[in-house]
């Protein structure tokens, strides 16, 4: 499993170098990489983020500006999510309380969630 994270990561690193990662809105390989500490949390693995992941979400927060980013963010960690063998959805919606960062809202995403809302 962890070496199936770590080629995930290391194909969505190539993706952002080949997009040039030059982008207004955060892109979605740098919104995974970024998360990628997030994951063993997202699974159950750990009973709290690490801080590693919550640095990382803290940094997202602050790129997320607008409602179509919001949008676009939440569809990229729907498509990344049910990749996942196993991950609670209430986790991804409790991170930013837990890492104490109260200008960002996640919706608990599963595969039916409208990221239009």
Sequence with gaps: MAGHKAQLVG??????????GAVAT????????????????FSNKSSAP??????SLQQIACKINSPSDRKKNCQCLKAMLIHLSCYDPNR?????????VANLILPPITKDTDCCK
């Design 11 to 20: 194909l969505l690193a190539i993706v952002l170098l080949l997009s040039g």
């Design 50 to 55: 690490s801080s590693h992941c919550c640095n």
């Design 26 to 41: 955060l892109p979605c390989p740098l919104l995974i990489i970024s998360l990628s500490p997030c994951f063993s949390f």
């Design 92 to 100: 991804v919606s409790q991170l930013p309380q837990k890492c104490g």
